[in-house]
């Protein structure tokens, strides 16, 4: 049986989605059907402006409605220790705990060889223009706080070898033991996680 063009679109649309197959990328786009037009409008208009009105911040690189993001310019924040992360959830994540109170480098992703995602893929050069030449620099502490997975791991060691080569006057730690292992950031609990970072060991 044939199925209309737009509906067909919308699965597909449906099926890049993490986490989403054929089943209920198809479940999803008939359910729509149901749903009265202004809504439809309203949830497009809202996918529209998700990037146009959003930015990534010049100094963290973390998603924000401006740049600097509001945590880049707090006052309040220890601006010479630097929480690294894979992904802007993970900012959200540690922002749950309310222990630290230091400022953030969002790398957008971790170092995957099996994706083909290399070094240069995602944010680390940006990071290394954070830290600067021996001495001049502000910086006491970097936090590598990417996953416990293979691929976090991996992009731990490479950070800490670059950091460590780019200015040794800065300690370079590793959130502690305390989320399980191949598990994601986002989804450990506030303890857990403050935990993990009181329990950092230097790398
Ligand atoms: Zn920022």
């Given at each position: 049986m044939k199925i209309p063009r737009a509906l067909n679109d919308l699965i597909e649309s449906f099926q890049k989605l993490p986490g989403i197959g054929p089943k209920t990328a198809q479940r999803l786009s008939y359910y729509l059907l149901h749903v009265p037009e202004s809504e439809l409008e309203n949830f497009a208009q809202h996918l529209t402006n998700l990037k146009k009105n959003t930015v990534l911040c010049s100094v963290c690189e973390?998603?924000?409605?401006?740049?600097?993001?509001?945590?880049?310019?707090?006052?309040?924040?220890?601006?010479?220790?630097?929480?690294?992360?894979?992904?802007?959830?993970?900012?959200?994540?540690?922002?749950?705990?309310?222990?630290?109170?230091?400022?953030?480098?969002?790398?957008?992703?971790?170092?995957?060889?099996?994706?083909?995602?290399?070094?240069?893929?995602?944010?680390?050069?940006?990071?290394?223009?954070?830290?600067?030449?021996?001495?001049?620099?502000?910086?006491?502490?970097?936090?590598?706080?990417?996953?416990?997975?293979?691929?976090?791991d991996a992009t731990a060691m490479y950070l800490s070898k670059k950091l460590k080569a780019a200015n040794d006057k800065i300690q370079v730690t590793r959130l502690g033991m305390g989320i399980p292992t191949g598990a994601d950031l986002e989804y450990a609990d506030e303890t857990t996680l403050t935990q993990a970072i009181e329990g950092r060991r230097v790398m």
């Open positions: 973390n998603v924000s409605e401006s740049d600097p993001c509001p945590i880049c310019l707090d006052p309040h924040r220890e601006k010479e220790i630097i929480l690294v992360v894979e992904q802007p959830l993970d900012v959200l994540a540690i922002e749950r705990t309310g222990k630290f109170k230091g400022v953030y480098h969002v790398l957008h992703g971790a170092i995957s060889p099996l994706d083909n995602i290399g070094p240069d893929e995602i944010f680390i050069d940006q990071l290394l223009g954070r830290v600067g030449k021996n001495g001049v620099t502000k910086l006491s502490e970097i936090i590598i706080a990417t996953n416990p997975t293979m691929e976090g």
